[in-house]
């Protein structure tokens, strides 16, 4: 048997249903995997260990007497898990990687944490992350950068670094995370793990702390594609706190786990496979778009014309999103106060100097120079429009095929300290991940491979509700290799 840590939600689920471990050993055994390396990893900004070792002695009570009267409990029961800190947590810190949120503790919990633990998954802690999510390195967290488990010298990507980390490196079973632009996937793919981003809507946003409200969505990050089916099915579903979230039914996605492909059809985007892809990364996810023929997908070559178009799109919609829902933070009302100044106008000036970091102030300036009288039109509106074209490239490519593959990010895990001083080049590191989000579309990155020993990721995309049918191509994928099973050694 695998050691405790590196178990699946779903092989600790069997376990626990058979007496052979109790809660209370996993959560201890993730814990000391925890204490042994998160000083190198640092995946996480805040643990919990006694309240998480409190409730898994509870769970196991629950566990004994389901047991003894024969009531199949959640399959996520018991399973210790890690959220991104930019999710609200009742009575635990939550910051956004931002010292401007720094020893903030939200009075309620976010509807997807209600969910997980009403299903008795148990808390860990809360996980690093780019400063208010904006970021595929996790190098622009207020506090220090999270280090890839495969080589510690590199990058985890971002923002959700530390849950992609965190999970790769046996310090959780499994972690939420979220994808504004990739946030999910890019760090999924870099750390070898699987990382859904589902259709916007289908999660509830209530209590994520805002970035770019249009574009925001929470996903798992998971070992491997059916943990990441049985967290989908429980954090999704309508809530009537989120008006945009989605009033329909949610299908059982583990059922959806078939390994038979024969027939589904494919399509490769000719725009995914540009320069600037590495070759290893091209020739690894081209290696596994082969497997998907050969167990009998119909491979179809199609266009999603302004690809190239999603990057500077992003860049105007995120940003002006962001420097409205960051205008909050202005040390009145919560978070740090520089309240030493002459009049108000100056505190808030000295606050958000003093609380936000350069790739949130740069994304700030960019929102509100977007949005200002004279070039809103310029900008902003001529950004919505493209958009619409964008998710008109994916409609008509959806007519073609079932879903759409290619790489999840052109490039593995760089270096630290590589891309900080060229925001450009960071940028790109999502020019795959930024299209989805804004047709608000489903994508997961599954392990495909590795290349200079460092994971590659492919991406499956479907169109909107399209879950089932991504989870089906990346689950025949999974069974017919062996690359989700691969752990670094730490």
């Given at each position: 048997?695998?050691?405790?840590?590196?178990?699946?939600?779903?092989?600790?689920?069997?376990?626990?249903w058979?007496?052979?471990?109790?809660?209370?050993?996993?959560?201890?055994?993730?814990?000391?995997?925890?204490?042994?390396?998160d000083?190198?990893?640092?995946?996480?900004?805040?643990?919990?260990?006694?309240?998480a070792l409190?409730?898994?002695?509870?769970?196991?009570?629950l566990?004994?007497?389901?047991?003894?009267?024969?009531?199949?409990?959640?399959?996520?029961?018991?399973?210790?898990?890690?959220?991104?800190?930019?999710?609200?947590?009742?009575g635990?810190?939550?910051?956004?990687?931002?010292?401007?949120l720094?020893?903030?503790?939200?009075?309620?919990?976010?509807?997807?944490?209600?969910?997980?633990?009403?299903?008795?998954?148990?808390?860990?802690?809360?996980?690093?992350?780019?400063?208010?999510a904006?970021?595929?390195?996790?190098?622009?967290?207020?506090?220090?950068?999270?280090?890839?488990?495969?080589?510690?010298?590199?990058?985890?990507g971002?923002?959700?670094?530390?849950?992609?980390?965190?999970?790769?490196?046996?310090?959780?079973?499994?972690?939420?995370?979220?994808?504004?632009?990739?946030s999910?996937?890019?760090?999924?793919?870099?750390?070898?793990?699987?990382?859904?981003?589902?259709?916007?809507?289908?999660?509830?946003?209530?209590?994520?702390?805002?970035?770019?409200?249009?574009?925001?969505?929470?996903?798992?990050?998971?070992?491997?594609?059916?943990?990441?089916?049985?967290?989908?099915?429980?954090?999704?579903?309508?809530?009537?706190?989120?008006?945009t979230?989605?009033?329909?039914?949610?299908?059982n996605?583990?059922?959806?786990?078939?390994?038979?492909?024969?027939?589904?059809r494919?399509?490769?985007p000719?725009?995914?496979f540009?320069?600037?892809?590495?070759?290893?990364?091209?020739e690894v996810v081209?290696?596994?778009?082969?497997?998907?023929?050969?167990l009998?997908?119909?491979?179809?070559?199609?266009?999603?014309?302004?690809?190239?178009?999603?990057?500077?799109?992003?860049?105007?919609i995120?940003?002006?999103?962001?420097?409205?829902?960051?205008?909050?933070?202005?040390?009145?009302?919560?978070?740090?106060?520089?309240?030493?100044?002459?009049?108000?106008?100056?505190?808030?000036?000295?606050?958000?100097?003093?609380?936000?970091?350069?790739?949130?102030?740069?994304?700030i300036?960019?929102?509100?120079?977007?949005?200002?009288?004279?070039?809103?039109?310029?900008?902003?509106?001529?950004?919505?429009?493209?958009?619409?074209?964008?998710?008109?490239?994916?409609?008509?490519?959806?007519?073609?095929c079932?879903?759409?593959?290619?790489?999840?990010?052109?490039?593995?895990?760089?270096?630290?300290?590589?891309?900080?001083?060229?925001?450009?080049?960071?940028y790109?590191?999502?020019?795959?991940?930024?299209?989805?989000?804004?047709?608000?579309?489903?994508?997961?990155?599954?392990?495909c491979?590795?290349?200079?020993?460092?994971?590659?990721?492919?991406?499956?995309?479907?169109?909107?509700?399209?879950?089932?049918?991504?989870?089906?191509?990346?689950?025949?994928?999974?069974?017919?290799?062996?690359?989700?099973?691969?752990?670094?050694?730490?």
């Amino acid at each position: 048997m695998a050691a405790l840590h590196d178990l699946t939600a779903h092989e600790a689920h069997e376990l626990l249903w058979r007496g052979e471990i109790s809660s209370l050993e996993l959560t201890q055994a993730v814990l000391d995997r925890i204490v042994e390396i998160d000083n190198e990893i640092k995946a996480y900004l805040t643990l919990t260990p006694e309240a998480a070792l409190e409730r898994a002695r509870e769970v196991d009570t629950l566990l004994a007497a389901k047991r003894r009267d024969g009531e199949e409990p959640s399959p996520l029961l018991g399973v210790p898990m890690a959220v991104k800190d930019v999710i609200c947590t009742e009575g635990i810190e939550t910051t956004c990687g931002s010292k401007i949120l720094e020893g903030f503790i939200p009075p309620y919990s976010a509807t997807v944490v209600e969910r997980l633990t009403e299903a008795g998954a148990i808390i860990l802690g809360k996980t690093n992350t780019d400063e208010f999510a904006m970021g595929s390195s996790t190098e622009n967290s207020g506090f220090f950068t999270t280090h890839n488990p495969w080589d510690t010298s590199r990058v985890p990507g971002g923002s959700s670094g530390g849950s992609a980390a965190a999970v790769a490196s046996g310090e959780a079973i499994f972690a939420l995370g979220t994808d504004t632009g990739g946030s999910v996937r890019q760090p999924a793919s870099l750390c070898g793990v699987v990382g859904l981003k589902p259709t916007y809507g289908r999660v509830s946003r209530y209590g994520l702390i805002a970035f770019a409200s249009s574009l925001d969505q929470i996903g798992p990050l998971t070992r491997d594609v059916t943990d990441c089916a049985l967290v989908l099915g429980v954090v999704a579903g309508h809530d009537p706190r989120d008006s945009t979230s989605l009033n329909l039914p949610i299908p059982n996605y583990r059922e959806a786990l078939l390994p038979d492909i024969k027939g589904l059809r494919i399509g490769v985007p000719e725009e995914y496979f540009v320069e600037g892809v590495e070759p290893q990364v091209a020739e690894v996810v081209r290696a596994a778009i082969d497997l998907l023929a050969d167990l009998g997908a119909e491979m179809v070559e199609v266009s999603l014309p302004h690809t190239e178009c999603a990057l500077p799109t992003y860049y105007l919609i995120a940003p002006a999103e962001a420097s409205a829902n960051l205008a909050r933070y202005d040390g009145v009302k919560y978070g740090l106060s520089c309240s030493e100044a002459n009049d108000i106008w100056e505190d808030y000036r000295r606050t958000r100097e003093a609380g936000f970091g350069p790739e949130v102030k740069r994304r700030i300036m960019l929102g509100a120079y977007a949005l200002s009288a004279g070039y809103y039109d310029a900008y902003y509106l001529k950004a919505q429009k493209v958009r619409t074209l964008i998710k008109e490239d994916f409609d008509q490519a959806f007519s073609k095929c079932d879903v759409l593959v290619g790489p999840t990010s052109p490039t593995v895990a760089f270096k630290i300290g590589e891309r900080v001083e060229d925001p450009l080049q960071m940028y790109l590191s999502d020019i795959f991940t930024l299209s989805q989000p804004l047709a608000g579309i489903p994508g997961i990155s599954i392990p495909c491979g590795f290349a200079g020993g460092l994971p590659v990721g492919l991406q499956i995309i479907g169109p909107a509700l399209g879950e089932e049918t991504v989870l089906r191509v990346a689950y025949a994928y999974e069974e017919a290799t062996e690359w989700h099973k691969m752990r670094p050694q730490l």
